[in-house]
């Protein structure tokens, strides 16, 4: 079954211009473009559209969606690892919904207002047991203070930065690149000095970058921004042999 490209455009809130551009650039080809020109798309476009628009989700640009779907051949399994992702999301954000309102309920009902509840699934903590048990209390706690302390500009560019480094690591990955190419020795350059900024200026030593990976790695919701444990270990991988040259 085919559709035009105004129902398209109507069931995925994907703009008709939007979806021209992604076919001028080769990420979304029409299945087939009428002798009126329409441009016609088949189930195979719609999932690779469906792909498309979670990938955007996660913070990728479109060169790096292009790179990650040309490495995928097997859209099911694709869909698979993007699913993990939501269901993980989905968790976040019922726990994020219950705990405003249970703060709205008590607060129309002049009850005291109970913390464990209010910031539930707001999991910038969510690493606080593991940071303390491999680097301190005081680690954590002066991190802490560090991201209380951003402007919400600084804590937009800071998840930016981190943003922009998922998305090549993803990339990288999906072209197959080895953890000691120079390119992705690059990325990590980068996540290293995002990791200096959120350390304040303190520079991990090898040990701890080495240790952050494993974190990495153990912790299966940072799993699921790179498609799962394989992608989780490459990551763990590129940080070991960045540290191994560089630190």
């Known amino acids: 079954m085919e559709r035009s490209i105004q129902d398209i455009a109507r069931l995925s809130g994907a703009t008709s211009r939007t ?13 087939r473009i009428g002798v009126n ?21 996660l913070g990728l640009g479109l060169p790096a969606i292009a790179d990650l779907l040309a490495g995928d051949r097997e859209q099911a399994d694709a869909l698979e690892r ?18 405003v309102e249970a703060t709205i309920r008590r607060m129309r009902g002049g ?18 047991q593991e940071v303390e048990e491999r680097w301190g209390t005081e680690a954590y706690a002066s991190g802490d203070r560090w991201w209380r302390s951003l402007t919400a ?11 922009s480094v998922q998305a090549d690591y993803l990339a990288a990955i ?6 000691e190419s120079e390119e992705v020795l690059a990325i990590t350059r980068r996540h290293y000095d995002w990791l200096v900024v959120g350390w304040q200026g303190r520079r991990p030593t090898p040990e701890q970058f ?3 990976g494993d974190l990495y790695v153990a912790d299966e919701r940072f799993g699921a921004k ?18 191994e040259r560089n630190l």
């Not at 979806?19 to 299945?31: A, C």
């Not at 207002?113 to 690493?127: K, R, S, W």
Request: glycine share 10%.
């Open 174 to 179: 999906a072209a197959g690149a080895s953890v």
């Open 111 to 128: 009850e005291e207002l109970m913390a464990e509840e209010m910031f539930d699934g707001f999991d910038h903590t969510q690493y606080r």
């Open 153 to 163: 500009a600084e804590k937009a560019k800071f998840r930016e930065d981190q943003k």
């Open 19 to 31: 979806l021209r551009h992604y076919g001028d650039i080769g990420l979304l080809e029409p299945s």
């Open 37 to 57: 020109g329409y441009r016609y798309y088949d189930d195979d476009a719609l999932v690779r559209l469906q792909r498309i628009l979670l990938l955007r989700e």
């Open 82 to 99: 993007h699913l993990r992702w939501l269901r993980l999301e989905k968790d976040r954000l019922d726990r994020q919904i219950g705990s």
């Open 210 to 212: 080495v240790g952050m």
């Open 226 to 243: 790179y498609g799962g444990l394989e992608g989780a270990t490459f990551v763990r991988n590129a940080m070991a042999a960045f540290a």
